[in-house]
């Protein structure tokens, strides 16, 4: 069983935001911002390439109410998913990001190159 697939089952704990049937919310252990919380489907999947489209439909309605419940809608948020690797997916059990609470920088997320050149 993956790390997610424990926490969902609370064989590990995880400080939750808001469940639900099918998702579960939760803070990031290792937050990269004030408000890091990890949004996941209760049924494992690997990453958004095998997301159906059916379960991201409510998966954004699941967000939206995450985003509500921690007070960051009217302030702004990020909602970021890592996929494979370079995507720099450490857990393999599809997860989105949702980082707030603060002004986010956004910059070069790679040393390489951004245009191509090496
Ligand atoms: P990834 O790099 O796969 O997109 O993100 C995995 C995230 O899971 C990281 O931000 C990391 O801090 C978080 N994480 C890893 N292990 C645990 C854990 O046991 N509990 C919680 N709440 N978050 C975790
Ligand atoms: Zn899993």
């Known amino acids: 069983m993956c790390l997610f697939c424990k926490i969902v089952s609370k064989e590990i704990s995880a400080n939750i935001i ?7 919310a939760f803070h990031d252990i290792n937050p990269k911002a004030p408000v890091h919380i990890l949004a996941i489907p209760k049924n494992h999947v690997d990453s958004f390439n095998e997301a159906s489209s059916q379960m991201m ?13 921690v007070n960051i809608k009217d302030s702004g948020y990020r909602v970021i998913t890592n996929i494979g690797s370079d995507g720099g997916q450490e857990v393999k ?3 989105f990001h ?12 790679s040393d390489a190159d951004p245009k191509g050149n090496i």
């Open 93 to 95: 059990h599809l997860h």
């Open 18 to 24: 808001l469940e639900d049937d099918d998702f579960l």
């Open 98 to 109: 949702i980082l707030g609470g603060a002004k986010l920088r956004w910059g070069h997320l």
């Open 57 to 69: 439909a409510s998966m954004t309605t699941f967000i939206q109410k995450v985003a509500i419940e």
